[in-house]
């Protein structure tokens, strides 16, 4: 299935989840938002929350500094 991550296509197996993404992508859970369809998605439901053919996720990094 093609979903948009960040204004990008790319093409996922169906019933990839949130967890799914983050983990293909190599980034650490502990430091990142991200939003599908423009709704948060708590880190609590990244491994339970389903994505379906065209959603649009927006995967965000926490920067820290001064």
């Known amino acids: 299935m093609k979903i948009q991550i960040n204004e990008e296509l790319q093409e996922y197996p169906?019933?990839?989840t949130v967890a799914d993404v983050i983990q293909t992508l190599s980034l650490n859970p502990?430091?990142?938002?991200?939003e599908v369809n423009l709704e948060l998605v708590p880190r609590d439901q990244h491994a339970s929350r389903q994505l379906v053919e065209g959603d649009q996720l927006e995967v965000v990094t926490l920067v820290g500094g001064g």
């Open 14 to 16: 169906i019933g990839a």
């Open 30 to 34: 502990k430091f990142i938002a991200v």
